[in-house]
């Protein structure tokens, strides 16, 4: 009964390939946002979607195309994968302003 | 250009102290604030908000409190435990922008 789960936990992938992060949530909430922690373990957020509409947008490559089902889900799809890709990947919901976040997705680009 | 800053990237506290976290920010008009924490190998969890229209907010051992004319919030944990070892995030409501964080260590 997790509240915000993703899937793959760690994803270990060549340069140039394409690779997609799922993120579901069951709590119910509106928003959903997808944030990169890159190596200087700054957390950014990259997008963020109510209702299935996009509404924030930060400035992130068209590589990354986010995709949204249904409220409870947002998947992160990304092209031609770069070495400056790796990081770990949180997905989030909100209610109130707070965030609920996933546990992280670790990806590795070699 | 960094909105929310931890200075402090490592903080560490004998257990049974008290742990005071620090963060800065730029942006008169953020008028939300909230700490998450974060263990290893997991997302970050929320632990507690003020808002602008408030100076403190207490929750259990935890405390912030907000300085809006020096731009500057804290977080208090006391007593400390052992368990509270994490990283502390600082972050603002609108816009959604995160500290770099601050480890904390609490030794027993």
């Known amino acids: 009964d997790t509240a915000v789960s993703q899937t793959p936990k760690y994803l270990v992938t060549q340069m140039g390939n394409d690779k997609s992060i799922k993120c579901e949530q069951n709590?119910?909430?509106?928003?959903m946002y997808w944030y990169k922690q890159d190596s200087k373990k700054f957390l950014k957020i990259m997008f963020s979607?109510?209702?299935?509409?996009?509404?924030i947008n930060e400035t992130v490559p068209n590589r990354f195309s986010p995709k949204s089902p249904d409220k409870a889900h947002l998947n992160l799809h990304i092209n031609s994968l770069e070495l400056g890709d790796s990081a770990v990947y949180f997905c989030?919901?909100?209610?109130?302003?707070?965030?609920?976040f996933g546990p992280g997705t670790r990806l590795t680009v070699l | 250009d960094q909105q929310v800053k931890q200075n402090s990237p490592s903080l560490s506290v004998q257990e049974g102290r008290i742990s005071i976290l620090n963060c800065d920010y730029t942006?008169?008009?953020?008028?939300?604030f909230l700490w998450y924490k974060k263990y290893p190998a997991e997302g970050p969890t929320f632990l507690i908000s003020?808002?602008?229209?408030?100076d403190k907010n207490e929750d259990g051992r935890f405390t912030v409190f907000l300085n809006k004319s020096a731009k500057h919030l804290s977080l208090h944990i006391v007593p400390s435990q052992p368990g509270d070892s994490a990283v502390y995030f600082c972050?603002?409501?609108?816009?959604?922008?995160f500290g770099k964080g601050t480890r904390l260590s609490v030794i027993a």
């Open positions: 989030a919901s909100s209610l109130r302003g707070q965030q609920f």
């Open positions: 709590l119910g909430h509106d928003t």
């Open positions: 979607y109510n209702n299935k509409e996009l509404i």
């Open positions: 942006n008169s008009m953020f008028d939300y």
């Open positions: 003020i808002s602008s229209i408030k």
């Open positions: 972050a603002s409501n609108t816009p959604l922008v």
